[in-house]
């Protein structure tokens, strides 16, 4: 049987799943045959979690892996291990590519040209675009006629207000593409189109998801469409993550170039890579070790991420003009209780009222039965989404 290959490089993780084809699919009934994650890359405690289509752990790797791992030997391990799987047909490969720039909305079949023209974008985002294009040529290398179909994390956004897209800089900035673009859009497309059956009859006009992973943004959906996201211009704006700092006074940045002397190399390396979970606490930027953590800066860096979400909440919630529905998504937001219960108990205000054991368990609706805002824990599943838009390009769904 012919299979989809889904690739998703995210910036501690790379995910990866493998879709066998019946021919009659639709974004319900995919089921991978295999689906796997490298996670703690790029400076974590490196894990690999791989499993067939019933849930059962599958070795990949004979060898212990090393005690830090980058994304690239991550995908070689992949790459490898793909190689020498008996009776692998290849029909397509889909890639989760973070930014799609002003030209793309909907998946693409990449072809050099278009690979080499989203390259140009890695300064939009250097934690991604480099690692979620490099395998496209060596695959292409291997399988000279497989189709490769990038799908955006911009392109969810695509249609919110002009008001919600634009800077206050001047115009001419704007005409060239130097607008609010949004990112972890296939994580929020999966999530809108799974709600009506997850949220039933409850009232879902107006919704927030937050995609808490290593990156976090908010969206804000109205009526299945995204109207506001926390992320601008590149995967750095809003609320602080894993190691970047989220939104920042740019006064501060114009002062550590002028006053401090820093270069362009040196402030991406901080912003991107030593601020965040990991600046504040300066212990990890992973949020499950730092709740393992008893040291007070861990709590601080906690305490301030769950800050700074609420009160991306209150300005979505604005953007929306009221709030139905609070999700939560994605590593932190599936499995982090703690951090789901500071952020809720920060919306009471709005109505919400916290479910506490409900959330200790991350069970599905985690708010109490007559809270005014409901608050829910849903599995993201960017994978399937990939593999829903990669099945569709190519002719097979
Ligand atoms: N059980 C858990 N408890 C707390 N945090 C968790 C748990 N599992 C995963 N996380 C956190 O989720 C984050 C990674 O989220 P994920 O969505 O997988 O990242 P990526 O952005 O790389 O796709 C890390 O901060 C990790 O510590
Ligand atoms: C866009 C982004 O930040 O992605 P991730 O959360 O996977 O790093
Ligand atoms: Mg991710």
């Known amino acids: 049987m012919r299979n989809i290959l889904t690739l998703n490089s995210g910036s501690s993780s790379l995910k990866f799943a493998l879709y066998p084809l019946t021919g009659a699919e639709s974004l319900d009934t995919l089921t991978p045959r295999y689906r796997g994650m490298f996670s703690g890359l790029n400076g974590g405690t490196p894990r690999l979690k791989l499993q067939n289509s019933e849930g059962r752990p599958v070795a990949m ?17 992949l790459l490898s291990w793909l190689d020498e799987l008996p ?110 059956q997850q949220l039933g009859d409850a009232r879902r006009e107006r919704v927030i998801v937050a995609h808490l992973g290593n990156g976090a943004s908010l969206c804000a959906i109205r009526n299945g469409t995204s109207v506001a996201s926390t992320m601008g211009f590149t995967a750095i704006e ?55 953590s008893a040291a007070p800066e861990a709590r601080e860096a906690v305490e301030l991420y769950a800050y700074r979400a609420i009160c991306e909440i209150g300005s979505l919630t604005a953007a929306l003009g009221g709030l139905d529905q609070l999700v939560f998504t994605a590593g932190i937001g599936e499995h982090a209780a703690p951090v789901r ?22 069970a599905e609706r985690i708010s109490a039965a007559d809270s005014r805002v409901g608050a829910w824990v849903i599995p993201t599943d960017e994978e399937r989404m990939i593999a829903w838009y990669t099945a569709q390009m190519v002719g097979l769904a």
């Open 61 to 77: 790797e004979k060898d212990e892996l090393p005690t830090r791992l980058e994304l690239p030997d991550a995908m070689g391990r």
């Open 341 to 362: 219960e500071a952020i809720c108990r920060g919306c009471e205000w709005l109505g919400l009222e916290l479910d506490v054991d409900a959330n200790d368990r991350d």
């Open 87 to 196: 009776d692998l047909s290849l029909a397509a490969v889909g890639h989760r590519v973070v930014h799609g720039g002003r030209d793309y909305h909907q998946p693409v079949a990449l072809t050099p040209e278009i690979t080499a023209e989203l390259g140009e974008l890695e300064s939009l985002a250097p934690l991604h675009q480099p690692f979620c294009l490099a395998p496209v040529t060596p695959l292409a290398e291997r399988h000279p006629d497989l189709p490769q179909v990038a799908c955006f994390d911009t392109a969810f956004h695509a249609n919110q207000p002009e008001v919600a897209r634009q800077f206050a800089l001047p115009r001419e900035l704007t005409q060239r593409g130097l607008i609010r673009y949004g990112f972890h859009g296939l994580s929020y497309d999966y999530i809108n189109r799974v709600l009506p």
């Open 238 to 292: 809003g609320m602080p993550m894993g190691t970047r700092c989220g939104s920042l006074d740019p006064g501060l940045v114009l002062h550590l170039i002028q006053q401090e002397g820093m270069s362009a190399e040196a402030l991406t390396e901080m912003l991107y890579k030593r601020s965040g979970l990991l600046g504040v606490s300066g212990i990890s930027g992973d949020m499950r070790e730092l709740l393992e």
